[in-house]
């Protein structure tokens, strides 16, 4: 099965790379981290190994090696960019690859951030996406104000932001639609700019916010920009199944993968959607080297430096392009559509990712050898969806709330 | 010794959504394609402007309970299409309307910042608020603020912007592999805000940018509106672009800034402008009248009558005398969330004053719309056009002006090609960009690093 369906390949952008230590590594640039030119480097690099898309790690606190307080570390990176402006500030320096910033949805107006997508739509032609994440983080929650950090069970914590996060991304959804197409008219008899009859409200009411619409942005060129979720247990995979189009999953082997699809799955059938509107790629930390050795010295290297090994939510591979190149084609063979790749240290990891992992890929008749033309969607295989506001369409899927 | 002449300021407004822009031209483009964006921004950069400029709304105008359907409708979200822009742009200044009624500080400061960083230097923030309920209908925050608490709100909010952008003093990244040392303050970005409307606290998230803040802009115009732009802003789009009324207002603002501790030169004072540039004087007058009667269709007439009368006019003809009933007086209900309606105080008067009018003049609704909307700020040839503009800024009428072409994207063209030729001739108007920052283009100095607390 694992020729003819086409195999997904992405990387995760993030400072100077996901290790800790990342910076400090001969080939690293940790003086430009805040600069447009690195940014834009990393992404034509990406475009020229021919990868789907970029996701660009976004967060509303300062980075912390603590989880629900700040610390007051020196040796690490600290201090980051807006993803969805360096997403838009990447994208008319880019032709081809989709750019997908995180954006937290737990604090943020799903109005502004929709139109804010739209907009990425259109200044990429046609490339752009949201990875959505929630926060439960009492800093975040400090630089907002607006709402008491909520210290109950995990469990209840998650159900409540992953609904607030469905909701969410159903009124982006709406809005996203609330312009039909042919919405402009430009009808010079009638001095009518638009038809109003296809501008739509989207009278969202809900638990956290109502929003009555329409968007002041027009549709955007792929309809529906593409929607990721990262997620790791069934709350998380129930919100993906029902509102997003990438699910971003950690198994840490082939069946452990199988068994997230199955679940991915069954959700998505129960509220309706066919499997193939979901696609389900597995994120991996990748330590590459030319020989295995130096792959495992560079590693040992940087943890030496953070203090003690790197630990992810996603599974580790150090090792050769050839032997990651052999792994995705196993995991493929179990049912992933792909891998969102973690480049361990920037620009290194993601060099050799373009320059030896894909034409690994390429030799194996694993991946594309070329571009074809058409939107992030049309790549993802998921076309231009018809509006659920237009005559004749189906109604998309009711709100959660 | 002759006294070098004084330097004109111009940045260019991208069309806005409102009966200006003449959408049914055949010139008139796309106002959402992004290739309208770089077109217009090139220009400006190409005649060396200051900056661009886009505005903001955050929901559809409506009238009479139905989104009004005359004017070009739907624009793009600011933050995307300026860090987009400094993709395409090298020296542009990239200003643009936020509100601060509908937005936190947190993420609006990172949101500037990041624009400061993405383009070397050239953000601008046009600081507004808004207080209407019909536009919190899109917000969580949905409520509305009372009138006279939304300059407090405006000013608050911008004053914990700048606390989070002075969070970090532009040192605070060493990034230096050998001896490991990232950051050189373990509080780098460590923020604690309280008042009345926000009670916020943490680490701001994103190091100082090129500016340190964005050039602040602000276009209140009341009482309270003036002092507030006297003691914070940067620059000030003022609406009073006439001879006798921006000299009086220029006056006013400039002598506001001493009790600030601030010296005139620290507030730019920028009107909106329209032009219509001719061949000739003679030429530009015909065309200016051919674009007023673009600008006011029948349809339009009418509903620029509905916002002084505050109430249906449909039934009435275009070409025909001025409506016989009176305008409701009271609450303006008929175009909610729309500034200029809310402003009318004396719709009995206006109406009076336009039913004299007509009858001196024997106007139909639509020719009368035409007489009273605003006649282009500058009409005329090339040469007229420098001339005069050099006057106003000689004469302290402003500092310069934000361009507002009624074609998009390709209204500034002309300009661009045959007036600012002129004023760089003079020696009023720079040939090259001087300096790398928005700060540097409007002659302000740059800001002070805060010391560490």
């Known amino acids: 099965m694992s020729t003819d369906t086409p195999l997904h390949l992405a990387v995760a952008l993030d400072g100077a790379g996901w290790h800790p230590a990342a910076w400090r590594e001969a080939s690293a ?87 804010a997508i739209a907009t990425l739509d259109y200044v990429s032609q046609g490339r752009a996406g949201v990875r959505v994440q929630v926060s439960g983080r009492p800093q975040e929650a400090a630089h907002f104000g607006r709402r008491q950090w909520e210290g109950r069970p995990a469990e209840e914590i998650s159900r409540k932001l992953f609904a607030e996060a469905g909701d969410y991304v159903e009124v982006m959804r709406r809005l996203w639609d609330s312009w039909e197409d042919d919405a402009e008219i430009r009808d010079v008899a009638t001095g009518r700019f638009v038809d109003r009859e296809k501008l739509h409200y989207i009278d969202f009411n809900g638990r956290w916010f109502n929003v009555k619409g329409p968007s002041i942005t027009p549709r955007p060129p792929q309809g529906q920009p593409v929607v990721a979720a990262l997620a790791h247990s069934s709350v998380p995979y129930r919100f993906a199944a029902e509102q997003a189009d990438i699910v ?120 594309r050898t070329a571009y074809g033309p058409g939107t992030l969607r049309d790549r993802m295989g998921w076309g231009r969806p018809a509006n659920r506001y237009a005559q004749g369409a189906n109604v998309g899927p009711k709100a959660t709330a | 010794m002759t006294e070098a002449r004084k330097q004109i300021h111009l940045a260019a407004h991208f069309p806005g959504v409102n009966n200006t822009t003449v959408w049914s031209d055949p010139a008139g483009g796309s106002h959402i394609e992004f290739s309208s964006f770089i077109h217009l921004a090139q220009t400006a950069e190409r005649a060396k402007f200051d900056f661009f400029f886009l505005a903001e709304g955050l929901r559809l105008r409506e009238q009479g309970g139905q989104i009004y359907d005359l004017d070009v409708v739907g624009r793009p979200d600011t933050f995307t299409v300026l860090s987009a822009l400094a993709a395409v742009t090298e020296h542009l200044g990239l200003a643009g309307t936020i509100n601060s009624t509908f937005n936190e500080p947190y993420e609006v400061a990172r949101q500037f910042a990041t624009l400061d960083h993405l383009s070397g230097g050239r953000a601008a923030w046009n ?26 709100r405006a000013s608050q909010f911008m004053l914990t912007t700048w606390e989070l952008f002075d969070s970090w003093r532009g040192d605070d990244i060493v990034a230096d592999a050998a001896s490991g040392v990232f950051l050189n303050d373990p509080d780098a970005g460590a923020f604690s805000h309280r008042d009345d409307q926000f009670d916020i606290h943490g680490r701001f998230n994103v190091p100082r940018s090129p500016q340190g803040r964005p050039v602040i802009f602000q276009a209140g115009d009341s009482e309270e509106g003036r002092e507030f732009a006297a003691a914070t802003a940067d620059a000030i789009f003022t609406r009073h672009s006439g001879y006798s009324g921006g000299r009086a207002f220029y006056a006013d603002i400039k002598a506001r800034l001493a009790k600030f501790g601030r010296r005139p030169d620290q507030l730019v004072v920028l009107p909106a402008a329209t032009f219509v540039l001719g061949d000739t004087d003679a030429e530009a007058e015909e065309m200016s009248r051919h674009v007023r009667a673009q600008q006011v269709s029948g349809a339009t007439a009418i509903k620029l009558l509905e916002q002084v009368w505050n109430r249906d006019l ?50 139909s609704i639509r020719q009368l719309m035409i007489e009273t909307s605003a006649r282009q700020s500058f009409v005329g040839s090339a040469a007229t056009m420098a001339e005069k503009m050099e006057r106003f800024v000689a004469d302290e009428v402003c500092d310069g002006f934000i361009l507002v072409p009624h074609i998009t994207p390709g209204g500034l063209d002309r300009f661009a090609d045959e007036v600012v030729p002129l004023l760089q001739e003079r ?3 720079r040939t090259e960009y001087t300096g790398a920052t928005l700060r540097d283009h409007l002659g302000l100095a740059p800001l002070p690093v805060p010391p560490r607390p």
């Open chain 1, 29 to 115: 640039q940790p003086g430009d981290l805040l600069d447009p030119s690195y940014w834009v480097g990393l992404v034509q690099t990406a475009e020229a190994g021919l990868l789907d898309f970029v996701t660009l790690e976004d967060s509303l606190a300062l980075q912390s090696s603590r989880n629900n307080t700040h610390d007051q570390r020196t040796d690490l990176v600290r201090g980051r960019l807006d993803s969805v402006m360096v997403a838009a500030r990447v994208a008319p320096l880019t032709e081809h690859i989709g750019l997908i910033p995180s954006v937290t949805v737990t604090h943020t107006e799903p109005f502004h951030l929709s139109k």
């Open chain 1, 248 to 367: 971003l999953a950690t198994p840490t082997d082939p069946a452990g993968a199988g068994v997230i699809i199955e679940e991915v799955r069954r959700y998505q059938r129960e509220a309706g959607r066919p499997d193939a509107a979901v696609v389900i790629l597995a994120d991996l930390v990748v330590f590459l080297g030319a020989t295995q050795q130096q792959a495992e010295d560079r590693k040992t290297r940087m943890d030496d430096r953070f203090g003690h090994p790197y630990r992810s939510d996603a599974p580790i591979f150090t090792g050769t392009p050839a032997a990651l190149a052999q792994l995705i084609g196993e995991w493929k063979d179990a049912g992933i559509q792909g891998f969102r790749l973690r480049p361990a240290g920037l620009p290194v990891d993601l060099d050799l990712i373009v320059s030896d992992v894909v034409p690994e890929l390429q030799r194996r008749s694993l991946f």
């Open chain 2, 127 to 152: 600081v507004v608020t808004s207080w209407d309920a019909f536009t919190g209908e899109n917000f969580r925050r949905a409520g509305f603020l009372a009138q006279e608490d939304r300059y407090r």
């Open chain 2, 314 to 363: 449909s039934a009435y003809d275009p070409d025909g005398p001025l409506p016989d009933v009176e305008p409701r007086v009271g609450e303006a209900t008929i175009a909610p969330g729309r500034a200029s309606v809310r402003m009318n105080k004396d719709p009995l008067g206006t109406a009076r004053q336009w039913r004299e009018m007509a009858e001196a003049k024997g106007l």
């Open chain 2, 427 to 429: 020696g009023t108007f």
